[in-house]
Protein backbone atom coordinates (compact mmCIF):
# COMPACT_ATOMS: atom_id res chain seq x y z
CA UNK A 1 0.00 0.00 0.00
CA UNK A 2 1.67 3.18 -0.74
CA UNK A 3 0.28 6.27 1.32
CA UNK A 4 0.58 10.17 0.10
CA UNK A 5 0.58 13.21 2.50
CA UNK A 6 0.58 16.64 1.37
CA UNK A 7 1.72 18.44 4.70
CA UNK A 8 4.90 17.44 7.42
CA UNK A 9 3.80 19.39 9.96
CA UNK A 10 3.28 18.36 13.90
CA UNK A 11 -0.27 16.32 13.11
CA UNK A 12 1.28 14.57 10.03
CA UNK A 13 4.71 13.62 11.69
CA UNK A 14 2.65 12.33 14.82
CA UNK A 15 -0.06 10.13 12.45
CA UNK A 16 3.19 8.89 10.46
CA UNK A 17 4.84 8.21 13.28
CA UNK A 18 2.35 6.13 14.98
CA UNK A 19 1.29 4.71 11.58
CA UNK A 20 5.24 3.09 11.34
CA UNK A 21 5.52 2.05 14.40
CA UNK A 22 2.80 0.09 14.44
CA UNK A 23 3.64 -1.63 11.16
CA UNK A 24 0.60 -0.12 9.23
CA UNK A 25 2.51 1.42 6.79
CA UNK A 26 6.08 1.25 5.97
CA UNK A 27 8.23 3.99 5.97
CA UNK A 28 10.15 3.09 2.05
CA UNK A 29 5.90 3.47 0.96
CA UNK A 30 4.97 6.40 1.76
CA UNK A 31 5.88 10.09 -0.73
CA UNK A 32 5.43 13.28 1.99
CA UNK A 33 5.90 16.62 0.17
CA UNK A 34 5.56 20.38 2.21
CA UNK A 35 6.52 23.44 1.10
CA UNK A 36 9.15 23.80 3.98
CA UNK A 37 12.48 22.56 3.56
CA UNK A 38 12.98 22.67 7.22
CA UNK A 39 9.88 20.18 7.56
CA UNK A 40 10.86 17.94 4.66
CA UNK A 41 14.74 16.76 5.86
CA UNK A 42 13.04 16.60 9.43
CA UNK A 43 10.42 14.06 7.99
CA UNK A 44 12.98 12.36 6.29
CA UNK A 45 15.51 12.06 8.57
CA UNK A 46 13.48 11.11 11.83
CA UNK A 47 10.63 8.92 10.06
CA UNK A 48 12.74 7.40 6.97
CA UNK A 49 10.07 8.54 4.54
CA UNK A 50 10.49 9.84 0.65
CA UNK A 51 9.84 13.40 0.49
CA UNK A 52 9.50 16.11 -2.13
CA UNK A 53 8.22 19.72 -2.65
CA UNK A 54 5.72 18.72 -5.40
CA UNK A 55 2.19 18.00 -4.28
CA UNK A 56 1.19 16.12 -7.31
CA UNK A 57 4.44 14.07 -6.61
CA UNK A 58 3.10 12.51 -3.54
CA UNK A 59 -0.32 11.64 -4.82
CA UNK A 60 0.83 9.92 -7.98
CA UNK A 61 1.09 6.23 -7.00
CA UNK A 62 -0.64 6.10 -3.87
CA UNK A 63 -3.21 4.61 -2.72
CA UNK A 64 -4.50 6.58 0.29
CA UNK A 65 -3.48 10.42 0.06
CA UNK A 66 -3.96 12.39 3.63
CA UNK A 67 -4.46 15.95 3.35
CA UNK A 68 -2.46 17.54 6.31
CA UNK A 69 -2.47 21.06 5.85
CA UNK A 70 -4.51 23.91 7.25
CA UNK A 71 -8.28 24.94 5.79
CA UNK A 72 -6.92 28.42 3.93
CA UNK A 73 -4.95 26.42 1.82
CA UNK A 74 -6.74 23.75 0.73
CA UNK A 75 -7.85 25.98 -2.23
CA UNK A 76 -4.66 26.06 -3.63
CA UNK A 77 -3.40 22.71 -2.60
CA UNK A 78 -6.36 20.88 -3.93
CA UNK A 79 -5.68 22.76 -7.60
CA UNK A 80 -2.48 21.90 -7.58
CA UNK A 81 -3.23 17.89 -7.24
CA UNK A 82 -6.90 17.67 -8.97
CA UNK A 83 -5.38 16.86 -12.41
CA UNK A 84 -3.88 13.88 -10.96
CA UNK A 85 -6.17 12.53 -8.26
CA UNK A 86 -8.34 9.24 -9.41
CA UNK A 87 -11.19 8.01 -8.63
CA UNK A 88 -9.17 5.09 -7.34
CA UNK A 89 -7.72 6.79 -4.54
CA UNK A 90 -9.11 7.29 -1.19
CA UNK A 91 -8.35 11.01 -0.09
CA UNK A 92 -8.35 11.33 3.55
CA UNK A 93 -8.38 15.29 4.87
CA UNK A 94 -7.95 16.57 8.37
CA UNK A 95 -9.56 20.21 8.14
CA UNK A 96 -11.99 21.43 10.45
CA UNK A 97 -15.14 22.32 7.80
CA UNK A 98 -14.35 21.02 4.83
CA UNK A 99 -16.82 18.50 4.04
CA UNK A 100 -16.72 15.71 1.52
CA UNK A 101 -18.92 17.10 -0.87
CA UNK A 102 -16.71 20.39 -1.02
CA UNK A 103 -13.86 17.70 -1.79
CA UNK A 104 -16.10 16.58 -4.35
CA UNK A 105 -16.80 20.20 -6.43
CA UNK A 106 -13.11 20.69 -5.59
CA UNK A 107 -12.07 17.59 -7.65
CA UNK A 108 -14.13 15.12 -9.20
CA UNK A 109 -17.82 13.91 -8.27
CA UNK A 110 -16.44 10.51 -7.91
CA UNK A 111 -13.33 10.84 -5.16
CA UNK A 112 -13.38 8.75 -2.40
CA UNK A 113 -13.19 11.17 0.32
CA UNK A 114 -13.04 10.24 4.48
CA UNK A 115 -12.87 13.63 6.23
CA UNK A 116 -10.99 13.10 9.98
CA UNK A 117 -10.49 14.96 13.38
CA UNK A 118 -7.87 14.10 14.69
CA UNK A 119 -6.43 15.83 18.08
CA UNK A 120 -2.45 16.87 19.56
CA UNK A 121 -2.16 14.04 22.08
CA UNK A 122 -1.93 11.85 18.89
CA UNK A 123 1.66 13.28 19.30
CA UNK A 124 2.26 11.06 22.19
CA UNK A 125 -0.25 7.97 20.87
CA UNK A 126 -2.88 8.77 22.69
CA UNK A 127 -4.88 10.63 20.15
CA UNK A 128 -9.31 11.00 19.26
CA UNK A 129 -10.02 10.71 15.91
CA UNK A 130 -13.64 11.10 14.73
CA UNK A 131 -13.57 9.85 11.23
CA UNK A 132 -16.74 9.90 8.58
CA UNK A 133 -16.75 9.04 4.93
CA UNK A 134 -18.43 9.73 1.51
CA UNK A 135 -20.44 7.09 -0.67
CA UNK A 136 -17.90 6.53 -2.55
CA UNK A 137 -15.24 4.79 -0.03
CA UNK A 138 -15.69 0.83 0.52
CA UNK A 139 -16.25 -0.44 3.69
CA UNK A 140 -12.57 -2.13 3.43
CA UNK A 141 -11.15 1.04 2.62
CA UNK A 142 -13.20 3.09 5.66
CA UNK A 143 -11.77 0.22 7.83
CA UNK A 144 -8.49 0.23 6.46
CA UNK A 145 -8.31 3.98 7.54
CA UNK A 146 -9.72 3.47 10.85
CA UNK A 147 -6.35 0.71 11.47
CA UNK A 148 -4.03 3.94 10.00
CA UNK A 149 -5.61 6.11 12.97
CA UNK A 150 -5.36 3.13 15.55
CA UNK A 151 -1.79 3.85 15.26
CA UNK A 152 -1.58 6.84 17.26
CA UNK A 153 -5.13 6.22 19.46
CA UNK A 154 -8.23 5.53 19.52
CA UNK A 155 -11.02 6.19 16.50
CA UNK A 156 -14.77 6.67 16.36
CA UNK A 157 -16.69 6.31 13.41
CA UNK A 158 -19.42 9.41 13.23
CA UNK A 159 -22.02 10.97 10.55
CA UNK A 160 -20.58 13.83 8.83
CA UNK A 161 -23.44 15.77 10.44
CA UNK A 162 -21.75 15.22 13.71
CA UNK A 163 -18.23 16.23 12.98
CA UNK A 164 -18.77 19.85 13.69
CA UNK A 165 -19.03 18.25 17.18
CA UNK A 166 -16.43 16.25 16.95
CA UNK A 167 -14.02 19.19 16.80
CA UNK A 168 -15.15 20.66 19.91
CA UNK A 169 -15.16 17.87 21.83
CA UNK A 170 -12.24 15.86 20.76
CA UNK A 171 -10.25 18.71 18.23
CA UNK A 172 -9.83 21.51 20.45
CA UNK A 173 -10.46 20.15 23.63
CA UNK A 174 -6.83 19.60 24.91
CA UNK A 175 -6.46 22.98 24.97
CA UNK A 176 -9.42 23.54 27.61
CA UNK A 177 -7.94 19.98 29.63
CA UNK A 178 -4.41 22.00 29.95
CA UNK A 179 -5.85 24.99 30.72
CA UNK A 180 -7.81 22.90 33.78
CA UNK A 181 -4.29 21.45 34.35
CA UNK A 182 -2.68 24.93 34.42
CA UNK A 183 -5.18 26.48 36.94
CA UNK A 184 -4.67 22.93 39.41
CA UNK A 185 -1.37 23.41 39.62
CA UNK A 186 -1.87 27.26 39.97
CA UNK A 187 -4.12 26.73 43.46
CA UNK A 188 -1.92 23.79 44.54
CA UNK A 189 0.97 26.52 43.95
CA UNK A 190 -1.05 28.68 46.01
CA UNK A 191 -1.48 26.84 48.91
CA UNK A 192 2.54 25.64 49.07
CA UNK A 193 3.47 22.98 46.72
CA UNK A 194 6.32 23.82 44.10
CA UNK A 195 5.60 24.02 40.95
CA UNK A 196 7.01 20.75 38.92
CA UNK A 197 5.40 18.64 41.49
CA UNK A 198 1.66 20.73 41.27
CA UNK A 199 1.69 20.04 37.75
CA UNK A 200 3.14 16.47 37.35
CA UNK A 201 0.38 16.30 40.27
CA UNK A 202 -2.39 17.72 38.15
CA UNK A 203 -1.81 15.89 34.92
CA UNK A 204 -1.77 12.72 36.66
CA UNK A 205 -4.85 13.13 38.44
CA UNK A 206 -6.38 13.96 34.74
CA UNK A 207 -5.17 10.98 33.59
CA UNK A 208 -6.22 9.02 36.23
CA UNK A 209 -9.60 10.15 36.60
CA UNK A 210 -10.34 10.09 32.15
CA UNK A 211 -8.88 6.22 32.40
CA UNK A 212 -11.58 5.65 35.43
CA UNK A 213 -14.49 6.50 32.93
CA UNK A 214 -12.76 4.53 29.77
CA UNK A 215 -12.43 1.72 32.15
CA UNK A 216 -15.00 1.37 34.69
CA UNK A 217 -17.82 2.59 32.11
CA UNK A 218 -19.72 4.31 34.76
CA UNK A 219 -20.88 7.86 33.84
CA UNK A 220 -18.63 10.39 34.95
CA UNK A 221 -21.94 12.40 37.30
CA UNK A 222 -21.49 8.73 39.40
CA UNK A 223 -17.79 9.32 39.36
CA UNK A 224 -17.52 12.33 40.98
CA UNK A 225 -20.18 11.41 43.47
CA UNK A 226 -18.30 8.84 44.66
CA UNK A 227 -15.23 11.18 45.31
CA UNK A 228 -17.67 13.64 47.54
CA UNK A 229 -17.87 12.37 50.68
CA UNK A 230 -20.22 14.22 53.15
CA UNK A 231 -19.68 17.02 54.39
CA UNK A 232 -16.05 16.21 53.21
CA UNK A 233 -13.74 18.93 51.08
CA UNK A 234 -14.14 17.75 47.51
CA UNK A 235 -18.30 18.78 47.73
CA UNK A 236 -17.10 22.03 49.02
CA UNK A 237 -14.49 22.50 45.92
CA UNK A 238 -17.41 21.36 43.54
CA UNK A 239 -20.00 23.89 45.54
CA UNK A 240 -17.57 26.60 44.07
CA UNK A 241 -17.31 24.99 40.58
CA UNK A 242 -21.26 25.55 40.48
CA UNK A 243 -21.51 28.71 41.75
CA UNK A 244 -18.88 30.18 39.47
CA UNK A 245 -20.35 27.89 36.41
CA UNK A 246 -17.63 25.68 35.23
CA UNK A 247 -20.12 23.38 33.46
CA UNK A 248 -22.00 26.26 31.96
CA UNK A 249 -18.27 27.96 30.72
CA UNK A 250 -17.19 24.49 28.91
CA UNK A 251 -20.39 23.79 27.52
CA UNK A 252 -20.22 27.39 25.70
CA UNK A 253 -16.47 27.22 25.13
CA UNK A 254 -17.48 24.09 22.75
CA UNK A 255 -20.91 25.67 21.51
CA UNK A 256 -18.13 29.05 20.33
CA UNK A 257 -15.89 26.08 18.58
CA UNK A 258 -18.82 23.92 16.52
CA UNK A 259 -20.09 27.38 15.17
CA UNK A 260 -16.70 28.49 14.00
CA UNK A 261 -15.98 24.94 13.01
CA UNK A 262 -19.48 25.42 10.61
CA UNK A 263 -18.21 28.66 9.57
CA UNK A 264 -14.64 27.57 8.21
Given at each position: MKLGIIGLGNMATAMLTGMIKAGIVAAVD???????SDKRETAQKNLGINVT???????KGSDYVILAVKPQVYETVLAEVKQVINKDQVLISIAPGKT??????KLIPEVKAVRLM????ALVGEGCTGACRNRNVSDD???FVLKMLSGFGKAYKVKE?????????SGSSPAYVFMLIDAMADGAVAAGLDRDTAIQMAAQAVLGSA????????????????????????????????????RGSVMGAMSACVEKSRKI
Open positions: IMGSDAGSDNAEAVTSYLEEPNTPEFEDQMDAVVAVKMVLETGKHPGQLKDMVCSPAGTTIDAVEVLEETGF
